[in-house]
């Protein structure tokens, strides 16, 4: 079967998909052959089902179709490892009548997903080939899509994943879900993984649009993926709401031009409500029971400013508030910056600049963020010319065209100011 | 699956106190003894320092012998335990138990599998 009509094929099944791989996954140990005969039972699919009408089990019919090619495969290589595997493959096959339990089961199918998820995000891999496995292998992105999310060429990114799973295979990564001790030190690395896609999506880092939803889909969607396989671990209710109580905004976040439209500036009235709701109960959930971890404070963060009416009602003391408790627990210069920002709204523009002017120091002097901000401290206290100067100096770092065609009319109105 | 656990760290110019010494091999000892104990090992050694390192070459059909280690690194190679374990993880969980995880890092290498 051809690359493009594979991927076709994925598409129409792309849940169905990355359940079914992960379940042969486990079953073979190799996510090549998984990856092959998970595709070409799906194509048998596309071919049979219009004709003889949609099996009774259409989850466990790919599943057997899938595992006969399989072991038709493992028979061919002849060696001691593949007569191991088949072995495996067959004592595995009483599960596929329970493929299709239904939802809410404790299923053996959520498990899988969890495993590959472990596999995909192990610190013993590149972070960027994590964020790509994750992509291919549980948001079931064809490798062009994922490529497309990179930004890089096909052909890149088609050698960046199979240096990945070569590294998976030869180096022994396991598939397998880390032990309740584990835990905590190895859930961080996925939940960035998904976070990391999530903030490309936000605030692209290069090329012409400002906001890719497409992207920022994709990790809502394995954040939701992520929080039904681990429903009690609360940072992953932490970063599903932080997700969700972001996007929520995602239509007022530019303007019909593509230009950025700042938080103060935004048309609240169009801010997506139920999204809003839907990220509140979740922070809820992720503030109770212990001190909340980083991706539970930034979402409480995010819902103080959903639930204000205007930037002047905001509850910027309450912020504040948990901006000291982010640092805390997630020290960084980044937080440092945004909590500065939150400050200047409670304490005045010069408090803040101050603060800002530490933070210059403290290596985010190449933070376009940074003096963006400054600029528009020095702005509120009529320093237009230092404004001006703060802009040009994010304007050196921007990525972004949106950002950079925002910062330019910035840049000029302090200009026009200063003269004037 | 069989892994290299190899041993890096810095070498140290001066001797340590000899209570040191005597502590950090307890260690080493200890660590040793659970790793045989646990039925994984298969080998282990630790290296004189690498002063005593000699590297050879052929260029063409000519020897070249020079005196110390190939690369010039900060940490060199101290010693490795061979070991056979089901998956990374588990190799990765001894060598973290290693001292040589707390004095210096810790390179865990698979062992190359040939089809028979």
Same mark, same amino acid.
């Given at each position: 079967?051809?690359?493009?009509?594979?991927?076709?094929?994925?598409?129409?099944?792309?849940?169905?998909?990355?359940?079914? =791989?992960?379940?042969?996954?486990?079953?073979?140990?190799?996510?090549?052959?998984?990856?092959?005969?998970?595709?070409?039972?799906? $194509?048998?699919?596309?071919?049979?089902?219009?004709?003889?009408?949609?099996?009774?089990?259409?989850?466990g019919w790919l599943l057997t179709t899938a595992r006969r090619r399989a072991v038709d495969l493992l028979r061919r290589r002849q060696t001691y490892a593949a007569k191991l595997t088949i072995l495996r493959v067959e004592a595995e096959r009483a599960e596929t009548e329970r493929f299709d339990a239904p939802a809410g089961d404790p299923d053996v199918i959520g498990d899988d997903r969890l495993r590959l998820f472990f596999t995909c995000c192990h610190p013993a891999l590149a972070a960027e080939a994590r964020v790509a496995l994750t992509l291919r292998y549980l948001a079931g992105l064809s490798t062009a899509e994922v490529a497309r999310a990179f930004l890089v060429p096909d052909t890149t990114m088609a050698q960046r994943l199979v240096r990945a799973k070569r590294k998976i295979r030869e180096a022994g990564i396991p598939y397998r879900v880390p032990s309740a001790d584990e835990l905590p030190t190895r859930l961080p690395a996925v939940l960035s993984v998904v976070y990391v896609v999530f903030t490309e999506a936000y605030a692209a880092s290069h090329g012409p649009a400002l906001i890719r939803p497409e992207l920022a889909d994709e990790a809502i969607r394995l954040g939701r993926i992520l929080h039904g396989l681990l429903p009690a671990e609360r940072e992953v209710a932490g970063l599903l709401a932080l997700m969700l109580l972001i996007d929520a905004r995602r239509a007022t976040r530019t303007d019909e031009a593509g230009e950025l439209v700042l938080l103060e500036d935004q048309d609240r009235s169009q801010w997506d409500r139920a999204?809003?709701?839907?990220?509140?109960?979740?922070?809820?959930?992720?503030?109770?029971?212990?001190?909340?971890g980083p991706y539970a404070l930034q979402a409480a963060i995010a819902a103080v400013h959903d639930e204000a009416a205007t930037v002047e009602t905001t509850d910027w003391v309450q912020i504040v508030g948990l901006y000291d408790a982010l640092r805390e627990t997630a020290p960084s210069?980044?937080?440092? =910056?945004?909590?500065?920002?939150?400050?200047?709204?409670?304490?005045?523009?010069?408090?803040? =600049?101050? =603060?800002?002017?530490?933070?210059?120091?403290?290596?985010?002097?190449?933070?376009?963020?940074?003096?963006? $901000?400054?600029?528009?401290?020095?702005?509120?206290?009529?320093?237009?010319?230092?404004?001006?100067?703060?802009?040009?100096?994010?304007?050196?770092?921007?990525?972004?065209?949106?950002?950079?065609?925002?910062?330019?009319?910035?840049?000029?109105?302090?200009?026009?100011r200063a003269l004037g | 699956?069989?892994? /290299? /656990? /190899?041993?890096? %760290?810095?070498? %140290?110019?001066?001797?340590?106190?000899?209570?040191?010494?005597?502590? %950090?091999?307890?260690?080493?000892?200890?660590?040793?003894k659970a790793i045989r104990d646990s039925g994984v090992h298969l080998a282990g050694e630790a290296l004189q320092p690498s002063q005593t390192a000699t590297t050879v070459r052929l260029k063409g059909d000519e020897r070249v012998v020079t005196d110390g280690p190939f690369a010039e690194t900060r940490e060199v190679l101290g010693g490795f335990y061979l070991i056979d374990v089901p998956d990374l993880d588990t190799a990765l969980d001894w060598a973290?138990?290693?001292? &040589?995880?707390?004095? &210096?890092s810790m390179e865990v290498r698979p062992v190359m599998e040939f089809d028979a």
């Open positions: 079967m051809s690359g493009r009509a594979a991927d076709s094929a994925e598409a129409v099944f792309r849940e169905e998909w990355g359940r079914l =791989l992960a379940t042969l996954v486990r079953w073979v140990g190799d996510l090549d052959l998984a990856e092959e005969v998970a595709a070409e039972a799906i $194509a048998v699919a596309l071919e049979r089902w219009p004709v003889d009408g949609v099996p009774d089990n259409p989850a999204q809003i709701e839907e990220g509140r109960s979740l922070v809820v959930a992720a503030l109770t029971g212990g001190p909340p210069p980044v937080v440092e =910056l945004n909590r500065a920002v939150a400050v200047a709204m409670v304490h005045g523009p010069a408090y803040g =600049l101050r =603060l800002l002017d530490d933070l210059a120091g403290a290596g985010l002097d190449q933070y376009h963020p940074l003096h963006a $901000a400054r600029g528009r401290l020095l702005d509120r206290l009529g320093r237009y010319r230092e404004a001006a100067r703060a802009y040009r100096r994010a304007l050196e770092f921007v990525g972004n065209e949106p950002e950079r065609a925002f910062l330019t009319r910035c840049l000029t109105t302090a200009e026009e | 699956m069989q892994y /290299l /656990l /190899l041993i890096y %760290s810095e070498e %140290s110019t001066a001797p340590p106190p000899q209570d040191e010494i005597d502590a %950090s091999m307890a260690e080493w000892y200890a660590y040793t973290a138990r290693c001292p &040589g995880a707390k004095y &210096g």
